[in-house]
């Protein structure tokens, strides 16, 4: 389900219009969750779960099919209409009851505070503070894992991200280590890594490598 956000990472390639049209032109995904995210969460426990830049959904109905209830979030209304489609047509009709579509831009608005068993971000680009600390966005995230939930952050391997980017930094951005480095004593680091894919790359890219980022509120 990958959408490859790291593409496109400048400021205003970040807006809902943008991605709606990302979106619009047809291209479709692979259906298939992210493989870290299965991964990482398969052993644990349903409960609500935060699927941040869901896309087309594949994160959110594979949560939904172990019966989580989840919260699917993204900036594209294009993305999320056709996610809520897939659902209603998917072989499980329960999922859709447990799936909530919603349009958001967390660089605007914060999701509810405390509430998530597990808040994950797969390949979400994350911009970096210009101040110490976390971004408001990222801020927003941490804020959201209740106590006892789990933060489940995925990036790509900075290596294989520099080598491909031309006209972006990825330094412009939090990636899951820098993420690890700002959690403070009421978080316990479970997975702070580079590992090999466990899927293969989007179409036109060539990673090999993750960075994966799993943490559990104290």
Do not use: C, I
């Not at 990482?40 to 935060?50: N, S, T």
């Not at 690890?180 to 702070?192: F, K």
């Not at 580079?194 to 293969?200: K, M």
């Amino acid at each position: 389900m990958e959408t490859d956000r790291r593409n496109a990472q400048q400021p205003e390639n970040t807006t809902a219009a943008f991605w709606d049209e990302r979106y619009r032109d047809g291209r479709r995904f692979s259906g298939n969750p992210n493989g870290m995210l299965v991964a990482e969460a398969a052993d644990l426990p349903p409960g609500r779960a935060l699927d941040v830049g869901a896309g087309e959904g594949a994160d959110a109905r594979w949560l939904a099919r172990r019966g989580w209830k989840v919260t699917a979030l993204d900036v594209s209304g294009v993305a999320l209409e056709r996610a809520r489609r897939d659902a209603r047509d998917s072989e499980a009709p329960d999922v859709a009851g447990r799936v909530s579509w919603v349009r958001q831009d967390l660089t605007v608005s914060p999701p509810p505070a405390g509430v998530f068993d597990l808040v994950s971000a797969q390949y979400f680009p994350l911009h970096r503070s210009a101040g110490p600390g976390p971004s408001p966005a990222l801020r927003g995230l941490l804020d959201a894992v209740a106590p006892g939930g789990t933060l489940l952050v995925v990036g790509h391997e900075l290596t294989e991200l520099v080598s491909r980017l031309h006209d972006v930094d990825p330094e412009d951005y939090d990636q899951p280590a820098d993420v690890a480095r700002m959690l403070d004593d009421g978080w316990e680091v479970l997975v702070d890594e580079t590992r090999p894919r466990t899927a293969p790359a989007p179409p036109g890219s060539h990673h090999t490598h993750d960075t994966v980022l799993r943490a559990r509120r104290r």
